[in-house]
């Protein structure tokens, strides 16, 4: 497989940026000063990365409550981010959204979004817009396990299958929804799934950012020809509990332990090019120092910048009204 | 200008509309028709009561896009499309079946804008046709412009007449916000002067269907020929009244409301939607609080029993507002005596 030295390490800083994020709010959050929920995408980080790899902001994307990986995955700016998680004025969504609802238009990402089945149906949407407008965009809806089982989803499987939208469902598959696992949960396979709606489906593990990387991008090209939809099926593991603060006593012991010490994607990751020749150490190095700073100087902007004013409590709820 | 029924106008809105903006889309449930039949026969429908008859053949697949019979995935397909660059225009055949898609129009596509910190605009009309009178039963006669209404984030259309209906949609599609568009089903053959060409009739600005001095009458839909036709009766006897149509229940026109009240100092509020936390239920709390003291009888409402919408026309006719009702609402708040306190 060829990748440009220049994809992998942006894709490296991307990996590198969206763990040291998640676990910065694993402790900022635990201090109480984070309102809200927070969900984190950590072990989970070769996929978004993977997938948005092969994205433009021209194409657009749909994710779920878990959306920090699939949003600094996908471009979106790493301080305003934070910022709008502290419910600050200078958040990419003016402290409105929080979350569970970053999105940057500019940056094709249409959301995280707080509803479990939200996006399939608007990704849809969105690669109608790219066929109709004839911008060679494709639209890639992220959802987990959980929102396999979802009407909403089904329905979207078919609907880009009956339309031949160029639409990637990825089915970030972590093996559980909230607390219960998919064993329980999901009916079938996923693969039975995608076969069962005349789809090309695809899997990969989601640790290996390069099995991810090659596998959507067959998946986004297929799309971007023209040639209808794909499921592309990632395993993965999630390091956190559903939410902050979720005891996890539904996992056994030793579960999570061993996903860090064997299917951390940021190890595998530098082990692969180290190994090949294709990166240098150092230069990974330089990267985690160079996130490490970008991260402790966007909390402390985050914690310095300003409360929204009382009066955009009434504003942006319509364009006119 | 010239004679054309409520589908007329509704139709033409929209083939003008997709004429002028190549953005413009519909999709809907059999919006075409006959795809995949075995005759080959397409538009065979155009929409299951004719609205949308001759759109496919005009422009074609691409922009006339029949749907399965799924309206989570197109509804929120809508919704994306919407905040993505094209203006569709989704038909949801019944109100009723916003049950299945519910989500995509309260959780997403309504929340966008405010959720994403003012950064996405979302144009895309919702038509679906409401209201009882057809013995359609409880599950496709329901009048649910309240729930959309409830909703901030949405815009909320009701038209009234052919007239109002092309030019209320019209506006609705160069909207830039999401906007329900409900069109009443028993008055798809209504009639009336149309002009021929383009023209908007803003949101949010009530059209007062006549004036009088006695009591101001609000309705909603087809509730507004009713409450016209009781007018005309009551007129006879010597009351006159003012009708207001508000045409949008949202954005709602308050200020015509009040004034109208102010002058008259009675309301009688017609509402065809189930009873609790309706229209008639909003602007009887916007006129208790905002015009108390002009108040010169306690206001009447002339809304259905809270049950759903049954099935036999005894009971569907039991169950509706109608010129009878609401004449014998005006007369009873004409002859409200004022007891002072001791």
């Not at chain 2, 809508?78 to 109100?95: D, H, K, N, Q, W």
């Not at chain 2, 989500?103 to 038509?127: C, E, H, S, W």
């Not at chain 2, 209906?165 to 798809?188: Q, S, T």
Request: charged share 25%.
């Amino acid at each position: 497989m060829q990748i440009a030295r220049e994809t992998l390490l942006r894709s490296y800083r991307a990996m590198r940026t969206i763990r040291d994020f998640e676990e910065r709010l694993h402790v900022e959050f635990a201090t109480g000063e984070i309102p809200g929920f927070v969900h984190l995408y950590c072990g989970e980080e070769a996929s978004g990365v993977g997938v948005c790899a092969n994205l433009t902001d021209n194409d657009t994307i749909s994710s779920t409550h878990r959306g920090h990986g699939h949003c600094i995955a996908k471009g979106v700016e790493v301080s305003g981010m934070m910022a709008e998680i502290y419910g600050k004025s200078t958040g990419v969504c003016r402290g409105k959204g929080g979350s569970m609802h970053i999105a940057d238009l500019s940056r094709g990402m249409l959301g995280a979004n707080g509803i479990v089945g939200g996006g399939p149906p608007l990704m849809c949407g969105a690669a109608l817009s790219h066929k109709l407008l004839k911008d060679d965009g494709v639209a890639v809806a992220f959802y987990g396990d959980g929102a396999s089982n979802e009407g909403s989803t089904l329905e979207s499987l078919n609907l880009a299958t009956v339309w031949k939208l160029p639409v990637v469902f990825v089915v970030e598959d972590n093996g559980y929804g909230e607390a219960t696992g998919s064993s329980f949960a999901v009916a079938g396979t996923q693969k039975a799934r995608a076969e069962g709606f005349g789809m090309p489906y695809m899997e990969c593990d989601g640790s290996d950012f390069f099995a991810v990387y090659q596998t959507a991008g067959e998946a986004i090209a297929h799309a971007r020809a023209g040639k209808g939809p794909v499921m592309l099926h990632v395993h993965l593991a999630r390091w956190y509990g559903h939410f902050e603060g979720d005891a996890m006593t539904y996992r056994a012991s030793g579960e999570v332990a061993e996903a860090k010490r064997d299917h951390d994607c940021l190890e595998l990751f530098r082990k692969k090019v180290t190994e090949a020749g294709l990166l240098e150490h150092s230069e990974l190095d330089a990267i985690d120092e160079a996130v490490r700073d970008e991260i402790e100087s966007s909390v402390i902007a985050a914690k310095a910048a300003p409360l929204p004013e009382p009066a955009d409590l009434l504003a942006d709820v319509y364009v006119r009204y | 200008m010239s004679k054309k029924s409520y589908r007329q106008a509704i139709n033409e809105a929209l083939r003008l509309e997709m004429r002028r903006d190549p953005r413009v889309i519909i999709m809907g449930e059999d919006v075409a028709g006959g795809q995949g039949g075995s005759s080959g026969v397409v538009d065979a429908w155009g929409g299951v009561l004719g609205v949308t008859k001759g759109l496919y053949t005009e422009f074609g697949p691409e922009r006339v896009l029949d749907t399965p019979i799924t309206e989570a995935s197109y509804i929120g397909a809508a919704a994306g499309a919407a905040a993505t660059g094209l203006r569709p225009v989704a038909e949801l055949m019944f109100v009723d079946f916003v049950g299945c898609c519910l989500d995509q129009i309260m959780n997403q596509a309504a929340k966008f804008r405010y959720m994403f910190g003012g950064k996405a605009r979302t144009p895309l009309v919702i038509r679906a046709m409401f209201g009882a009178g057809f013995n359609a039963a409880a599950q496709h006669s329901q009048a649910l412009y309240p729930l959309f209404t409830h909703i901030p984030g949405l815009k909320v259309v009701v038209p009234s007449s052919p007239y109002e209906a092309k030019g209320l949609l019209i506006e609705a599609i160069r909207d830039d916000d999401p906007v329900i568009f409900l069109e009443h089903k028993v008055m798809y053959d209504d009639e009336e002067d149309v002009p021929d060409e383009s023209y908007t009739i803003p949101f949010g600005e009530a059209n007062l269907t006549r004036e009088g001095d006695d009591v101001t009458i609000v309705a909603f839909g087809r509730m507004v020929k009713l409450a016209n036709e009781a007018a005309d009766k009551l007129e006879r006897q010597g009351i006159s009244c003012t009708v207001i149509d508000p045409r949008t229940t949202s954005p709602l026109d308050r200020d015509t409301i009040l004034d109208c009240v102010a002058d008259t100092g009675r309301l009688v509020i017609v509402d065809e939607s189930s009873p609790r936390c309706n229209m008639a239920a909003d602007i009887s709390a916007l006129v208790a609080e905002e015009a108390f003291d002009a108040l010169k009888a306690p206001i009447r409402r002339v809304i259905p029993p809270h049950t759903p919408v049954p099935f036999a026309s005894v009971l569907e006719a039991l169950y509706l507002p109608d010129a009878a009702k609401i004449e014998a609402a005006v007369k009873a708040v004409m002859n409200h005596k004022v007891t002072e306190a001791a």
